[in-house]
């Protein structure tokens, strides 16, 4: 499944990738920096209501914002892998344990540990196509 958008249509494409999650709750962003997977990332969580301010979790490796759902706040936890060196650097942070929390995962980089992932996460790869335009594929893993 794929799409291509601008950044006019970044609502849209958060509602719609919302809406692929379905029960998973892992979502792993593919792309190369400046791809949008950030941009992404703050336009489901407005899409969601969350009113935390929603920034890139680089240097924190795990940002925690919150939205309501189901009468309650339900956690999102936004991940960013890139400064991590492998999977035993990404265990020993607590994302597999974040991964495994059962609450909604939005995770940046997740090339650089490939197994600590769930089997039911949703893979997201984001490419540029044209000019202002951005190519997103759902991969189920």
């Not at 006019?8 to 958060?14: D, G, R, T, Y």
């Not at 809406?19 to 489901?44: F, P, R, Y």
């Not at 301010?53 to 914002?65: A, K, L, M, Q, R």
Request: proline letters at 4%; a negative charge; one cysteine or more.
């Amino acid at each position: 499944m794929q799409k291509i958008y601008d950044k006019n249509e970044l609502a849209e494409v958060a509602e719609w990738l919302w809406q692929q999650l379905n029960s998973n709750k892992i979502l792993a962003l593919h792309g190369e920096m400046g791809s949008g997977k950030t941009t992404l990332v703050h336009t489901i969580c407005d899409y969601l209501g969350v009113k935390d301010t929603v920034g890139s979790p680089t240097f924190s490796i795990i940002n925690e914002y919150s939205f309501q759902a189901e009468g309650k706040e339900q956690p999102i936890f936004h991940i960013d892998l890139y400064r991590l060196k492998d999977e035993e650097e990404a265990v020993r942070t607590g994302v597999e344990d974040t991964l495994y929390s059962g609450s909604y995962c939005f995770v940046e980089w997740p090339e650089v540990a490939p197994e600590i992932f769930p089997d039911d996460t949703l893979h997201v790869f984001i490419s540029l196509a044209g000019n202002e335009k951005r190519k997103i594929e759902i991969e189920r893993k």
